[in-house]
């Protein structure tokens, strides 16, 4: 038997009361698993910035010096 099966059958023997519990964990992943689908790898921020003829480390430094 697989994990989702397995799941499924412990859902299947909750009470009203645990269920909620259960409902409002599963709100909570979805939100954690949309923050986390929203933040890019490393490996694509260097593609996708690979064509940027500035240097981006050196705007940086730049920009706080002129802020401090």
């Known amino acids: 038997m697989g994990l989702k099966e397995i799941i499924k059958k412990d859902i299947d023997n909750l ?3 645990e269920l909620v519990i259960v409902a409002e964990q ?3 992943i979805k939100k954690v698993s949309k923050v986390r ?4 790898p490393i490996e694509e ?8 003829k500035s240097n981006w480390a050196e705007d940086i430094i730049r920009e706080r ?3 401090g």
């Open 26 to 28: 599963i709100k909570n």
């Open 45 to 52: 921020i260097r593609r996708l910035t690979s064509t940027s």
């Open 65 to 67: 010096q002129e802020r």
């Open 37 to 40: 689908s929203d933040v890019l």
């Open 15 to 17: 009470r009203a009361d």
